[in-house]
């Protein structure tokens, strides 16, 4: 559904009065219009704390793209930013800086304590205001998990803290900010992460943080259909995010399987048919299920690459009014089918090695809803499910999660105005996402480079001021 009062306050008499009346005005996101389009372009800074040790790694993926790169010189706290490479100009933070910067990209692996903070200062405070519109930050620490001492740990989780009241500063632009917990030796799985944080790809995706591990080696791809060869199931595909996902998923150069329930066959058809993929009924909550999918997989693909858990639904009522079918409905969809599905698929190892599993959770599963018991208990128990499921697999298989915020779907059309709108609103982009943000994010989690990537729990929500 188009959002009416996005378009209204973006022309020149709207924007006029949203400023006199104290009203938000969002900023349109940029998407990815094409796939060979570059993750980042224009002035991009990078900088690094003292001791930083993914500056090079930073500086050679930037290095690689079509932004002209500058690094921070001139300050004793940011020595460091020098080891960018030759191809990042020194741009002196005290001095008038004339860019507009597309990207801000901080290194804040080396701070051992509190007082190392101040290089987050240093680098941010002359360089904030000159952000463009849509643009982002992307700060790179270390997981305080890694961290041998209490004032290290400090530091380093301060950042999370940080980099979610910078996105909410910046989100009126359009912007946002996210923040890379590394494990220490894990520089080389910054790619895939890096280029998803800058680009288009993300525009929806803000004050999140994400740990990266040392993972497997990443093989070599094809840049534009990373996912060439690779066969991907997606539940509950006939339309809204189960669409999108399908139809990048096939964009990148996967082969779609397309499931939904019976009745939605004529719309999956149609989602399938447009990207060569196969369509499958089948009601998950049925006891044969895991076995009628994997026989499906085993007979046309002999395995799978890449299992999406999109299908969900929603049974609304208030705890004491809730009929118990509502409550089992909802936590089998939700939940149990998940766990059924990937039980099967391992048991008959039709999951192939390097594989990405990707559970869809829901921001209603971090903060609660109201008369949404059942279905916040479900969406919290994917998360549950996805860490715990994360230290058990093997063969390189991942296991993640992302958490939509408001979606502009269906359901979301069908809500009383003032709800939808309130829920528009409630972000940091003051705007709702579109199915495809979901979907940029489960194909960057499914990435072959991605393998460092696990155990994550990304809200694709434009920053909601509810919840975590």
Known sequence: ?????????????????????????????????????????????????????????????????????????????????SKAGNKARPLDLASDINQQFSALVFDATGLKGPADLRALYDFFHPTIKKLGSNARVLVIGQNPASCRKAPQAAAQRALEGFVRSVGKEIGKKGSTANLLWMAPGAEKQLDSSVRFFLSARSAYVSGQVVKVGKGNAAPATNPVAPLTGKVALVTGAS??????????????????????????????????????????????????????????????????????????ITRDKTLGNMPEHFWDMTIAVNLTAEELIDEELAKRELMKENGRIVCISSISGIAGNFGQTNYSTAKCGVIGYVEAMARQLKNGITINAVAPGFIETRMTAAMPVTIREAGRRMNSLSQGGQPVDVAEAIAWYCSPASNGVNGNVVRVCGQSLIGK
């Open 1 to 81: 559904m188009s959002d009416l009062y996005l378009r209204l306050v973006n022309t020149s008499v709207g924007r006029t009065a949203a400023q006199s009346l104290g009203l938000p005005a969002p900023a349109p996101l940029k998407r990815l219009k094409r796939a060979d389009q570059p993750f980042i372009e224009g002035e991009v800074l990078i900088g690094a704390a003292n001791g930083g040790k993914a500056i090079a790694t930073l500086g050679s993926i930037l290095g690689a793209s079509a932004a002209t790169l500058h690094h921070a010189s001139e300050s004793n706290r940011l020595a460091d930013s």
């Open 239 to 312: 339309r809204g995010i189960g669409a999108a996902i399908s139809e990048t998923l096939a964009r990148d150069g996967a082969t779609v399987i397309g499931l939904d329930i019976p009745p939605a066959m004529e719309e999956l058809e149609k989602v399938t048919s447009a990207i060569n993929g196969k369509a499958l009924a089948c009601d998950i909550t049925d006891d044969k299920a895991p076995k009628l999918i994997a026989d499906f997989i085993e007979e046309h693909f002999g395995g799978v690459d890449l299992v999406i858990h999109n299908a969900g």
